[in-house]
Structure formats: structure tokens, C-alpha cells
């Protein structure tokens, strides 16, 4: 298995520009995760999909802060407009979803805004 | 609300020591799940046990053991005769039963930096 796949490892971009951050979990699994991690709050929980349903995304910071997951295999983080704040490594997670399974991580995306 | 402690900011210890890395959780729930995470500088992160509330039976795997208290709601992780491929920042994490029982977000400490030393 491919495992979890994020893209891109590494965006660098200027405040006010909008980012998208994309993920693709494994194959059969039905929760997906986006995690936030930085020094000073450590890892994050943003939001999270069950069966392409939004949970709980009491997580997101703002309304700059947009998840979707359109279909199984695929979902996006979107931030607009970016700010410095906002830099981070960016992790997606995925599990089978049954009874809090074991989450695989992505490698991450790490962002800076400029 | 879930919370999840972990002291020890850094560790530093010469290799071949047996190290301990401490977790303390709070929960309201009676069901729930513990887990510990790796990351090794390379920074993805990397499963290494998952426990869940009912299960206080010590475990062990190679040189890691898993010491699980619920009386003193700890989850201590320690690594024995410990090498320099250890190094790494160790994290605890919390996880409950949500209403509908299905997977919830893994709440997080703000981990432990290992660095072991030749």
C-alpha cells in the first residue's frame, strides 16, 4: 500500500495568496484527519471526515480555514487568505474508522507564508 | 474535555541507558484509547502501540515496553538498553468514543524530545 499521500511536502507563499493542501488516504479506510503541528501548540486536530462527512471541525482556526472531501480517495485543506501565522507542517491521517483504529500519517506539508 | 501531559520536555541520555518517557491523561470517559507516536527527524510520524481502556496489561516489544496505570491515569513508555536510531520526539495521544461510536481525532501531548548520545 502507497500509504497516506500528501502534496505538496512543501509550499512557500506570500501572505493574502490562498493554499491548498491535498491528500489522499489509504484505500479502505473511512476517517480522515487533518492535523496542524507547530512548536508552540504542538500537533492539532483541524478537522475530520467520517465517510466523507464532516465530523467535528471545531479545530479550524477561522473562516480562512476550509476542508472538503469530495469523494473516498481524496481531500483538500484550504486556507484564504494566508497569513504568517498560518505556517506550519500540515498533516493528513487516515484510519479504518471503526473504534479510534490506529491513524497512519502523510509525510506532511510544510507551509510558510511570507 | 481530553487532555493529555507529557512532562518531560527534552531527555538526554548516553546510549545503552534505559530511558522512561512519562504520559498522563484526563478523561471523563470510561472507554477509551491510548497511543504513542514517533517522530524521528525525518518528521513523519509512526505508530507504536495503541491501548484501550480495558486492557491494563503491561506490553512489551523488543527493547519497548508499556507500563499502563489507570489508577494513576498514566501510560509510561520506556526503551530499554537505548540506542542513537531511537532518538527521536515521542508523542502520547488520547482518543474517545464518539457518540455514534465510530473514530474520533487522537488528542496529543506536546511530546518528548529524546536524544540519545554515543
Known amino acids: 500500500d502507497a500509504g497516506v499521500i500528501q502534496s505538496p511536502r512543501h509550499e512557500v507563499t506570500e501572505m493574502g495568496q490562498e493554499v491548498t493542501l491535498r491528500c489522499k488516504p489509504i484505500?479502505?479506510?473511512?476517517?480522515l484527519f487533518w492535523y496542524r503541528q507547530t512548536m508552540m501548540r504542538g500537533l492539532e486536530l483541524l478537522i475530520y471526515f467520517n465517510n466523507n462527512v464532516p465530523i467535528d471541525d471545531s479545530g479550524m482556526p477561522e473562516d480562512r480555514f476550509s476542508a472538503k472531501m469530495p469523494n473516498a480517495s481524496f481531500s483538500t485543506l484550504k486556507i484564504q487568505p494566508s497569513e504568517p501565522r498560518d505556517s506550519a507542517v500540515y498533516f493528513c491521517?487516515?484510519?479504518?474508522?471503526?473504534?479510534?483504529?490506529?491513524?497512519?500519517f502523510g509525510s506532511g506539508t510544510q507551509l510558510s507564508v511570507l | 474535555a481530553q487532555k493529555v501531559t507529557q512532562a518531560q520536555t527534552e531527555i538526554s541520555v548516553v546510549e545503552k541507558e534505559d530511558v522512561t518517557l512519562d504520559c498522563v491523561y484526563e478523561?471523563?470517559?470510561?472507554?477509551?484509547?491510548l497511543f504513542w507516536y514517533k517522530q524521528p527527524p525525518s518528521g513523519e510520524l509512526v505508530f507504536l502501540i495503541r491501548?484501550?481502556?480495558?486492557?491494563?496489561q503491561n506490553e512489551i516489544s523488543g527493547r519497548y515496553s508499556w507500563n499502563f496505570q489507570k489508577s494513576t491515569s498514566s501510560f509510561n513508555f520506556t526503551i530499554t538498553a537505548s540506542q542513537v536510531v531511537d532518538s527521536a520526539v515521542y508523542f502520547c495521544?488520547?482518543?474517545?468514543?464518539?457518540?455514534?461510536?465510530?473514530?474520533?481525532?487522537?488528542?496529543f501531548g506536546k511530546g518528548t524530545h529524546l536524544i540519545i548520545q554515543p
Open positions: 491521517a487516515s484510519s479504518r474508522g471503526a473504534t479510534n483504529e490506529k491513524l497512519f
Open positions: 478523561t471523563r470517559d470510561t472507554t477509551y484509547y
Open positions: 495521544a488520547l482518543s474517545e468514543v464518539n457518540s455514534g461510536g465510530g473514530a474520533d481525532g487522537l488528542t
Open positions: 491501548r484501550n481502556s480495558f486492557d491494563e
Open positions: 484505500s479502505g479506510h473511512n476517517s
